[in-house]
């Protein structure tokens, strides 16, 4: 099937890119760029398959039923543990080697498996000051 590019997508997918430190909700991103023609049925549409091809990666929001949506482009965000500022929302990529450390200490000291998905919470830097 041919993949359009909507004014809506291009719309969506710079919004992300321009923000891609931080992960939204569809209702933020709606709320955020909605007078620009982007309704909330049309990002949950867009969202689903901008996470199918692997631009956005899509996260649990807290202990919520709520999901939240990043910008991850060309990034591999597999294999990887995240942080995330419980004050500004940045999330950042731990890298593969220091993933590996923390979920190798973790599973010989606990017998607990951490999956790679994990979203480690805490307060960054510019938030600690």
Do not use: P, W
Not at 31 to 40: A, Q, V
Not at 86 to 113: A, M, P, R, W
């Amino acid at each position: 099937m041919k993949e359009y590019n909507t004014r809506q997508r291009k719309t969506l997918i710079d919004f992300l890119a321009m923000n891609s430190e931080r992960a939204f909700t569809i209702e933020e991103i709606a709320e955020k760029i909605g007078d620009e023609g982007l309704s909330r049925s049309t990002a949950y549409r867009l969202m689903t398959k901008l996470v199918a091809d692997g631009l956005v990666h899509r996260s649990v929001k807290g202990n919520s039923r709520s999901f939240v949506y990043q910008y991850i482009s060309n990034e591999k965000c597999e294999g990887h543990l995240h942080m995330k500022c419980t004050d500004c929302g940045k999330v950042y990529h731990l890298d593969t080697g220091t993933t590996s450390i923390i979920q190798n200490d973790i599973k010989s000291t606990t017998s607990f498996e951490i999956d790679s998905h994990t979203v480690l919470l805490g307060k960054c830097a510019k938030c600690l000051k």
